[in-house]
């Protein structure tokens, strides 16, 4: 069996032998204990599992783990939910990240399954503005495009998106 | 009393008798439509019903289709019967030769008492004013008399004769699937003149981006579709050997799943060349062969939604094993569904399956997964040269090309 290691929330992971059936979310949820990412539709349609994968060229992308297995992952740089939050000494979370922090405030979720998956996605959308601001107007389209791949089934987007417009035109360098 | 049964007998019956007449031709042409699918190629995506107005897509510019509701002015509601049987037949419409977008080179065969009851359907639907679009043809195709010589030499005007050492089942399903259907004007390849090749009947056609495959029953039967499996993918959409995709599913949806079921047998018979069900044979899974550099590729993007031993999930995702879209020589749309992705497919307003994602592998991993995929999941005993699958993502992407635009 293949052994596998990768670097998950800037902590590199001991390898371990995986079987090449067992899917991202499960190596995720049964070996590592990580927990936030949510198992949704098991089929790619809902991103509620999506993670951040930081490729080597400085970019980044949201990837699903319900439909790629552990091993597609081997040797890569990933960020999960749990990686947003400062922590303290104690490993503790004391201060949410911006977006955390926005769709908290706006009451984005309920029942919140699909948050780790917005989140990350969110996340990756403020990254790419700080390097590439876009004009106002384009904003709105901007963000409804980034999140269209989103499932949510209690609160109807309007709140996640309007967290996330908020955060955005209240930050400096983000739009033009 | 007496003379109120006089007067119903000479006044009333007869205008019942005629209504229930008029209803059940006007019924008979409805179901004959949904056969012919004359409402996917007249209604636009958002646009009134028959209205027209659909893009296709042809190497010398877009046609669009016409308004056929029975509106006198923008529509066909001052066509006479005799009129509207040369559109048909004779791809002559009232205001010249019409583009063999519209399938005449099939419905000439289509009979006498079929067209009337057509005739009757469309002259019975709501009259929409939807104006026809222009088309966008090159010069010189845009001069309609030069389709007065392709008609000539290409237009038959036989009527379709039934084949006598053939069942009335297999003759039905012949004349269904070559007349109304018009099967053959996606799946029989276009000769230079872009008219069906005879000579290559349903033998299968690179359109719009995706392969309309093979219906020969020779094919078939080597991809092992039995009647039961044909009936299904043309009711539903899926079956064991697999489901449709690209243009053919609003085909699924406004035509075939609304076709009977005693129909639909016929056209299978006719497809398999078999009154009686053929031997039905398990799925093929061939086992994995760990040392295969496409298994890892398979368990690491196809397992969670095709299974690890290729069986699918029921009415979500199709099963691999088996597989006919996977079991052809060419495997175009098994890499175009790689290289694309599938949006959720909706066959009737019960059943759709979910989407595919689209993934960005190298020539080098399509080359070792499709030919894992092949070796897996059929019999058909090909392995692809590197060079092969660059020339079929190149063919694949192309065609995707000229799709779009």
Known sequence: MPKLTMTINNKQIEPMEISEEIMMIEYLHEYLNLTGTKFGCGQGECSACEIIVDHKDGTSESVKTCINSALTFQGKKIRTIEGHAKKNAKGYAVKL??????????FSFQCGWCTPGFTNRATLLLEELEKNPIKKEDLRTHISEHLNSHLCRCTGYVKYFKALEDLILSKKGLTL | MKKLTILWTIFLFPLVVCASKDTTLIKKGEYLSKIADCFACHTADKG???????????????????????DKKAGIGSYTYEEFYDA????????????????????????????????AYMMSIKPVSQKNRDNEISFPFNIRAGLKTWNLVNLSNEKFVPEEDKSEKYNRGNYLINSLGHCGECHTPRNSMMAMDKKRKLEGNLIVGYVAPSLQSVELRRQEWTLKDLVSVMKNGYSRRGTVLGHMTPIIYHSLSNVSHEDLEAMASYLLDSDEEVETKALTFNGHDKKDPGYLLYTGYCTSCHGINGEGIPNTTPALAGNATLNTKKPLNTMLTIIYGIKNERYSQTNAFGHMPSYNFTDEEMTNLINYLQKTFTNIGIKHSLEEIQAFKEEVIKGMENAEH
Do not use: R
Request: no cysteine; charged share 15%; net charge negative.
């Open chain 1, 97 to 106: 990240n911006p977006v955390q922090e926005a769709f908290a405030k706006q």
């Open chain 2, 48 to 70: 009134e019903p028959y209205g027209g107005g659909v893009p296709f897509i042809t190497p010398f510019g877009n046609v669009y289709s016409t308004n056929i509701s029975s």
């Open chain 2, 88 to 119: 048909l037949h004779k791809g002559i419409g009232k205001h010249g030769n019409l583009y063999p977008a519209m399938p005449f080179t099939s419905f000439y065969l289509i009979t006498d008492e079929d067209t009337k009851a057509l005739y």
